[in-house]
Each structure stands twice: as structure tokens, then as C-alpha cells.
């Protein structure tokens, strides 16, 4: 692969209708699309990709209904608690973003602890995105950037881009390069919506636990035709001489 993403944020999305196809409950999907998961940070942490950031659960699917939720909360629980051996013999560090205070007790210590075992790895960077929106990471900026004004540690004037992505989840990653999703819907339905500026978008049909190496090498092969330009010509990017 001639160019790969440092950083890439996927929307697992499609667990719901994996399940509706074979008749099963919904939460069955949910249990595949974690086997799916497993297996993208394994692929991501072989290949040396520096950053991925999963989207497990967003601001909005509390208004699912209470018994898919409860179970979604039991699948990280029990998958953190199983996967965590495996991510720190992979060097994997595992961190969190979002909203977790929320959440049940024991799926909050499970979180801590996970994290915890994992700080001083030092392999790929994986970001676990749970009760998690980009309006409300944005929102939690502004309020924090409001508060230092209001006690005098910064002026209005020392508003600016550099300042509100200091202050946003994911500000000691790179942007991500590649954005996926999966399941069909092209949205980016409240993910990182600052970070995501300059991102190369991907978007595929393959339901979440149908995702696999070879689908996913397909996203980085679309990836890596592609010219990113960040507002520049063609011509600046591959360093061709310009007119003033
Ligand atoms: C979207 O599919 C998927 C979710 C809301 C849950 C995603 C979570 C996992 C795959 C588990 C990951 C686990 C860890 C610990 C990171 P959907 O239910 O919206 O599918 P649908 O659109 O077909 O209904």
C-alpha cells in the first residue's frame, strides 16, 4: 500500500439489520459487530496504523429502546472485560471519549480499569467513542474555553482554531485521514464533526459484521488514489512550479 491513513474513524454501523436478515434479535448483531471490531484493531495494529477511533455508541442511541440499551451496555462490558488482555499484549492503548459518566457503575470502572492497563502502551492509539457527539464535544470546548475567560486566563482575542481543537476530544491525535462507514447511509451523523473537516469520507453498503480485511483494504486502496489537497491546486500538491 503505497500511502496509508495515520489516523482512521469509523461508524460501525448496519448490527441491526445483520440480525433483522437472519431473524435474530437485534442485540445478536451487536454481539457479531463485536467480532468485527476485534478484528479491525487487530488488522489496524499488524499494520501499524497510528490512530483509529470507533464510534461504539453515540449521544443519541439512548433514545433506543431501554432493553437494547441495557444489553448494548452488558456487550461492552463483557468485551472490554474479554478483549483487555489481548489489546495490552498487542501494545494497544485504549482510551475513551464522550459522555461516561452516564453510564451504568460498573461499566464505568470497567472503562477506568481498561484504560488504566493500557496507558503506557505505546502501538496504536484506539479511541473508543461512547455517549459520544460531536455538538456536545463541541459544546464541552466553548464551555471550558468561556470558563478560562471568565477567570481572566484568556482574553476573546486569543479565540482561535488552534485554541478550539486544544480543547476537543482527540487533540492529541492528528486529525483522521480516513473516515468509514458502514451499513449503507452516507451521514456523519454527529461523529467528529470538527476533526473530520479535511477527512477523506468512505462510504460502503457491508453491514458492520460483514466488514472484514478485504472490504477494509478497499477503503484504503480508495484511500490511497485519492489527492488530498487541503484547499491547494492539484499543481501545489505535487510541488509543480506555479504562476504568482
Ligand atoms: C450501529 O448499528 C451500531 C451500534 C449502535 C453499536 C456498535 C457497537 C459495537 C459494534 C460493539 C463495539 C464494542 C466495543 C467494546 C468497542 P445499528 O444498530 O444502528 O444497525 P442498524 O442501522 O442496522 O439498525
Known amino acids: 500500500m503505497s500511502e496509508l491513513p495515520d489516523h482512521i474513524a469509523i461508524i460501525m ?4 439489520r445483520w440480525a433483522r436478515q437472519r431473524k435474530l434479535p437485534r442485540h445478536l448483531g451487536h454481539k457479531s459487530g463485536v467480532d468485527s471490531t476485534r478484528d479491525i484493531i487487530q488488522i489496524c495494529s499488524d499494520r501499524h496504523i497510528k490512530a483509529l477511533t470507533l464510534f461504539a455508541f453515540s449521544s443519541e442511541n439512548w433514545k433506543r429502546p431501554k432493553k437494547e440499551v441495557g444489553l448494548l451496555m452488558n456487550l461492552f462490558f463483557t468485551a472490554l472485560q474479554r478483549e483487555i488482555k489481548r489489546l495490552n ?3 494497544v492503548r485504549m482510551t475513551f471519549i464522550g459522555d461516561v459518566s ?3 457503575d460498573k461499566l464505568q470502572k470497567q472503562i477506568s480499569r481498561s484504560a488504566e492497563k493500557t496507558s503506557t502502551n505505546t502501538g496504536l492509539e ?3 467513542a461512547v455517549n459520544y457527539g460531536g455538538r456536545w464535544d463541541i459544546v464541552n470546548a466553548v464551555r ?6 471568565e477567570s481572566n486566563e484568556l482574553n476573546s482575542s486569543d479565540i482561535s482554531e488552534e485554541l478550539v481543537a486544544e480543547n476537543l476530544s482527540l487533540s492529541d491525535l492528528p486529525e483522521p485521514d480516513l473516515f468509514i462507514r458502514t451499513g449503507g447511509e452516507k451521514r456523519i451523523s454527529n461523529f467528529l464533526l470538527w476533526q473530520l473537516a479535511y477527512t477523506e469520507l468512505y462510504f460502503c453498503d457491508v453491514l458492520w459484521p460483514d466488514f472484514n480485511e478485504k472490504i477494509f483494504d478497499e477503503a484504503l486502496e480508495s484511500y490511497a488514489l485519492r489527492q ?4 491547494k491546486t492539484g499543481e501545489q500538491v505535487k510541488g509543480k512550479p506555479q504562476d504568482a
Open 13 to 16: 454501523d448496519g448490527n441491526g
Open 89 to 91: 499484549d498487542n501494545n
Open 102 to 104: 452516564a453510564f451504568p
Open 126 to 128: 484506539l479511541r473508543i
Open 144 to 149: 471550558g474555553i468561556a470558563e478560562k475567560i
Open 228 to 231: 488530498r489537497r487541503f484547499g
